[in-house]
T-cell receptor, first 112, second 117 residues
Framework: QKEVEQNSGPLSVPEGAIASLNCTYS??????FFWYRQYSGKSPELIMS????GDKEDGRFTAQLNKASQYVSLLIRDSQPSDSATYLC????????????FGKGTMLLVSP | GAVVSQHPSRVICKSGTSVKIECRSL??????MFWYRQFPKQSLMLMAT?????????EQGVEKDKFLINHASLTLSTLTVTSAHPEDSSFYIC?????????????FGQGTRLTVV
């Protein structure tokens, strides 16, 4: 049973702070990892993808992957109120067309 | 990024009727499309995987005779909720992976909010 675990939150941070979102997964064969942002009533939007151990930075977002610990995280620097949303971690078994397994998401609230 | 268009965005139907939802990949070809359902405050749950030109693969617990999926072309997949009931009210979302470029990334449609009254 493939599982992706996330703390449901809400994670509350003040504007300008760093928000840290965490995700663990159970299948050691997983090779592709994604972070999606979902606003209430909207469909998910891809923010970051990461495939190898280490950090990947894109603007204010940094994804971190540690396959040995089966752990992937998303850091949001200089958090803005517009970042308030649910962040979904998704894992794929291989690089082909296998399905994504989603975590339940972490709600992030950024207060002005 | 790639664009996936889903229609309609909202639909209200009477119990017992059928509703068709369309999912189109606008600027890429999608061999595989995925259909998800999301209940309030819940995560996305995969319902089925739609493969162009072949039968869809349904997840355990999803009734294939109730949720009819057709993937007639590389750019279009449809989900028909047959004999809808109030418990089918949910947010239905499709996603598609490109056949070229980075096939690992999935792009989502805008979602369809179905309300069965």
């Amino acid at each position: 049973q493939k599982e992706v675990e996330q703390n449901s939150g809400p994670l509350s941070v003040p504007e300008g702070a760093i928000a840290s979102l965490n995700c663990t997964y159970s299948d050691r064969g997983s090779q592709s990892f994604f972070w999606y942002r979902q606003y209430s009533g909207k469909s998910p939007e891809l923010i970051m993808s990461i495939y190898s151990n280490g950090d990947k930075e894109d603007g204010r977002f940094t994804a971190q992957l540690n396959k040995a610990s089966q752990y992937v995280s998303l850091l949001i620097r200089d958090s803005q109120p517009s970042d308030s949303a649910t962040y979904l971690c998704a894992v794929k078994l291989n690089s082909g067309y296998s399905t994504l397994t989603f975590g339940k998401g972490t709600m992030l609230l950024v207060s002005p | 990024g790639a664009v996936v268009s889903q229609h309609p965005s909202r639909v209200i139907c009477k119990s017992g009727t059928s509703v068709k939802i369309e999912c189109r990949s606008l600027d890429f070809q999608a061999t595989t499309m995925f259909w998800y359902r999301q209940f309030p405050k819940q995560s996305l749950m995969l319902m089925a995987t739609s493969n162009e030109g072949s039968k869809a693969t349904y997840e355990q617990g999803v009734e294939k005779d109730k949720f009819l999926i057709n993937h007639a072309s590389l750019t279009l997949s449809t989900l028909t909720v047959t004999s809808a009931h109030p418990e089918d009210s949910s947010f239905y979302i499709c996603s598609a992976s490109a056949t070229q470029g980075r096939p690992t990334e999935a792009f989502f449609g805008q979602g369809t909010r179905l309300t069965v009254v």
